[in-house]
């Protein structure tokens, strides 16, 4: 059975940091594109950033310079370092993995970032 199960998101002032943190498991890691999402209020989910299983990136446009997607495949997990952050970042951050199943996403995460 695969799980997702994201954490590490809170309540951060503008030009802080954070890492959200994904914990995986029922399906071989290694082998699959993980992916962070974000959604806001009252807006549509968006690509944060994804990260194949050897480790090549790719960010969305507003988030290169600040966001850094990484793995650990020994454990598992893959993060989402955050600096600098904006009010325009309070969301709620969803990991994703899509295997040969299907789709899998978490439960969450939420960030604040007061204006």
């Known amino acids: 059975q695969v799980q997702v199960v994201e954490s590490g998101g809170g309540l951060v002032q503008p030009g802080g940091s954070l890492r959200l943190s994904c914990q995986a498991s029922?399906?071989?890691?290694?082998?699959?594109?993980m992916s962070w999402y974000r959604q806001a209020l009252g807006k549509e989910r968006e690509l944060v950033a994804r990260?194949?299983?050897?480790?090549?990136?790719n960010y969305a446009e507003s988030m290169k310079g600040r966001f850094t997607i990484s793995r650990d495949n020994a454990k598992n997990t893959v993060y989402l370092q955050m600096n600098s952050l904006k009010a325009e970042d309070t969301a709620m951050y969803y990991c994703?993995?899509?295997?040969?199943?299907?789709?899998?996403w978490g439960q969450g995460t939420q960030v604040t970032v007061p204006s």
């Open positions: 029922g399906f071989s890691f290694s082998s699959y594109v």
């Open positions: 994703r993995v899509t295997t040969i199943k299907g789709a899998y």
């Open positions: 990260i194949t299983g050897t480790g090549s990136t």
